[in-house]
């Protein structure tokens, strides 16, 4: 469960899980069924927005300064792109 306000959520394409970011600095993948949660990332700092690509194999998450991306099967952190100058708002 998140801490603090649930800034962003995103359906996987085949809609049996969820993703959901917070923040609290954390993005959670959730059966969306049952409720019952796969893996957790912590400490990417204030998370902004969250997007799944259409294979559902990655899931880019938005900070303040950068977009990661995550591996959608374990959470593993793949990619870091930025430092950007600006809040990151949106991501697809």
């Known amino acids: 469960e998140h801490t603090s306000l649930v800034s962003a959520v ?4 085949n809609s049996k899980w969820v993703v ?3 923040f609290d600095g954390s993005v959670a993948y959730w059966n969306a069924a049952t ?3 796969g893996w957790r990332v912590e400490k990417l700092g204030l998370v902004t927005a969250v997007a799944v690509d259409p294979q559902g194999t990655f899931v880019a998450v938005g900070t303040p300064g950068a977009v990661v991306v995550l591996n959608l099967a ?3 952190e793949l990619r870091r792109l930025g430092p950007f100058a600006a ?3 949106a991501v697809a």
């Open 87 to 89: 809040p990151v708002s």
């Open 20 to 22: 959901s970011g917070s």
């Open 10 to 13: 995103a359906f996987t394409p």
């Open 74 to 76: 374990d959470g593993a």
């Open 35 to 37: 409720g019952v949660e």
